[in-house]
């Protein structure tokens, strides 16, 4: 089939192109399909106009453009549109039922439609947490509910997204649970360090600082050699308000903050680390998204404590890492010092991540797309 996947965003600086788009185009495009990615450079107008090659897919962005405001999102749809129409897909996979490329396929014609949730816009999801113009919320939400019972199919990242989907009156056929794959990346040898390192890579807005700061104070308290690997940074700066609470709470020491990092500098740094920890708050929106970063600590083979929230479970169940009750700091922190003074575990829970992702891995959920891409075309 000739399919166009319809982007949110731009390859960077955000990560749904990388982790999820473009790893499944690539696992298609193995099997025979020809897939063109086609972007809108909201966040990276440099990109505008361009398009590249990755083993196989072509990932297009349209031109950037000259204005912004209103008429720049008048630009950005139109673009898409054109972009799209002259690729003369047999089949449109929408990636988020969000913003621009949300308005472009309501002009496809009968060109069969599939939409990916793979997160949640709504209440207790990003309108939430993001500083959108009410007029964006508004449009956001809408899309959110409308655009799935459109759809010919939906591919959802979570098991509360095909549950919210189906609420919306979608039928439980056209819905495909579609979890994000692991990195296809290559694992280097762990890296020892002399002090036991814990690492945290994340975004910040998914977690409790409070409780991410417990779970450390204790930590630092019963192990003050251990060191702490921070990667990533956050949407409004929740970082800076961590390192505030670790020098308020005397655990600053132990802190070796990294902040963002070019995705090829992942692998080397998580080889670092003896531990990754993933304490997530139980909200709606992180039952529904779909973690992953947590694939990527999985495929780096690293031992991992996770909060038993939302597709954590899905991905470690039973034996590929230790997932701790959300919410409780004591437990969480108790499953770390477990791990960073028992070796042997880390060695059993290192080779159950590495099967779980390859379970994970691209090439093995490719059929799923396929599957929804079968419904579409049947049902249009």
């Known amino acids: 089939m000739r399919i166009v996947m319809i982007a949110p965003f731009g390859i960077r600086p955000k990560g749904t192109l990388l982790a999820r788009m473009l790893p499944l185009a690539q696992a298609l495009h193995q099997r025979g399909h020809t897939i063109t990615i086609v972007a809108p450079p909201v966040h990276n107008p440099v990109d505008g106009g ?21 008429p720049a999102a008048l630009w950005h749809t139109l673009a898409l549109w054109q972009t799209v ?19 472009t396929v309501l002009a496809r014609g009968r060109v ?27 449009l956001f939400a809408w899309q959110e509910r409308d655009l799935p019972r459109r759809a010919d199919a939906v591919t959802v990242v979570s098991r509360a997204l095909e549950t919210l989907v189906w609420a919306m009156g979608v039928s439980p056929q056209r819905v495909f649970y579609l979890p994000n ?34 779970v450390l ?22 970082e800076q308000h961590l390192l505030t609470l670790a020098t308020a709470q005397g655990w600053a020491a132990m802190i070796d903050y990294r902040g963002w990092q070019e995705p090829t500098a992942i692998p080397r740094l998580l080889a ?31 031992p991992i404590v996770a909060s038993d929230v939302g597709t954590a479970r899905d991905y470690l169940a039973p034996a590929a890492g230790i997932l701790v009750p959300p919410g409780d700091a004591t ?9 960073l003074d028992d070796a042997d575990a880390r060695v059993r829970l290192r080779s159950a991540a590495l099967a779980a992702a ?11 797309a396929e599957a929804a891409y079968q419904q579409a075309c049947a049902r249009s």
């Open 50 to 70: 361009t398009t590249r090659v990755y083993d196989g897919v072509a990932v297009t962005h349209t031109t950037a453009p000259p204005v912004g405001g209103p």
């Open 331 to 339: 437990a969480f922190a108790t499953a770390v010092i477990h791990l």
């Open 112 to 138: 069969p439609l599939v939409v990916d949730c793979d997160d949640w816009e709504g209440p207790g999801g990003w309108n939430d947490l993001l500083p959108y113009p009410p007029p964006a919320k508004a």
């Open 358 to 368: 390859h379970r994970l891995r691209w090439d093995n959920l490719a059929p799923i």
């Open 217 to 238: 104070t204790s930590v630092y308290h019963q192990r003050p050699d251990t060191r702490l690997l921070i990667i990533g940074k956050g949407e409004r700066g929740e």
């Open 272 to 302: 670092s680390a003896d531990v990754a920890i993933a304490p997530i708050r139980d909200t709606l929106i992180n039952r529904a998204r779909g973690m992953a970063k947590l694939t990527e600590l999985m495929a780096a083979g690293l």
């Open 85 to 103: 129409r002259r690729a003369q897909a047999d089949l449109i996979h929408l990636f988020k039922p969000k913003g621009f490329g949300g308005l």
């Open 181 to 214: 794959g692991a990195w296809q990346m290559e694992v280097p040898p762990p890296s020892p360090s002399p002090h036991p390192t814990i690492v945290l890579y994340t975004r910040f807005w998914e977690l409790d600082l409070a409780e991410v700061a417990a």
